[in-house]
């Protein structure tokens, strides 16, 4: 268990609509970060962000925002979904801007 | 731009060494890691090098050459349970901001 928590962990739902992605980071942990996994691809890094503010910046789509919260948890709002946003989608925190990342156990979507 | 580059897939026998190689290429090289990850579960953490060289942690080991752009992790005494996927991933400071850059990962299968 690394602390890090995502929910809800499977999701589905039909092409045009917006779902929220929950992630609850490891306590203490400042840092939170997103990435997408779609099927035998690698990890693709959207979002990360420190202590309530926006760092830094990847692939993420303008169908999809972010922000975390003053309690550090942190969602992930995806809308007007494609067949292609079926992935999984991975929360990850560290303490700071340079640790090691710990994951949580990912959130399963599929877009029908 | 920033690219990472490992093989697909490796086979080899419990009992066994395997070296799983990492090439990268990043303007901001700041550290390299090695995750694990079971299929369809979270990736774990393996190893971290910043200098190069060799570091050891049991089973497992992971060499960095900056020069080269070069990683490796070598798993000795393979296990069934090794069969898992293994990420590749740098960490790259560009502008005061750093990011997680990951590689697609290479998917170990262990044969009895």
């Known amino acids: 268990d690394s602390g890090v928590t995502q929910t809800p962990k499977h999701l589905i739902t039909a092409t045009g609509q917006r779902v929220t992605l929950r992630c609850s980071p490891r306590?203490?942990?400042?840092?939170v970060y997103w990435y997408q996994q779609s099927l035998d691809q690698g990890l693709q890094f959207l979002i990360q962000?420190?202590?309530?503010?926006?760092?830094a910046k990847g692939n993420i789509l303008e169908r999809f925002s972010a922000q975390q919260f003053p309690d550090l948890h942190s969602e992930l709002n995806l809308s007007s979904l494609e067949l292609g946003d079926s992935a999984l989608y991975f929360c990850?925190?560290?303490?700071?801007?340079?640790?090691?990342?710990?994951f949580g156990e990912g959130s399963r979507l599929t877009v029908l | 731009g920033q690219n990472i580059d490992q093989p697909t897939e490796m086979t080899a026998t419990e009992g066994a060494i395997v070296q799983i190689n990492c090439t990268y290429q990043?303007?901001?090289?700041?550290?390299l890691f090695w995750y694990q990850q079971h299929a369809g579960e979270a990736p774990t953490f393996l190893s971290y090098?910043?200098?190069?060289g060799l570091e050891e942690k049991g089973r497992f080991s992971s060499f960095l050459s900056r020069s080269k752009g070069y990683s490796y992790l070598l798993l000795k005494e393979l296990q069934m349970k090794d069969s898992a996927s293994y990420l590749c991933?740098?960490?790259?400071?560009?502008?005061?901001?750093?990011?997680?850059?990951f590689g697609t990962g290479t998917r170990l299968k262990v044969l009895a």
């Open positions: 990850a925190s560290s303490v700071g801007y340079t640790g090691e990342l710990f």
């Open positions: 306590s203490g942990d400042l840092s």
């Open positions: 990043t303007s901001g090289f700041n550290g």
């Open positions: 962000y420190y202590n309530g503010e926006e760092r």
């Open positions: 991933a740098v960490r790259d400071l560009t502008s005061g901001t750093y990011k997680y850059i």
């Open positions: 090098n910043v200098l190069d």
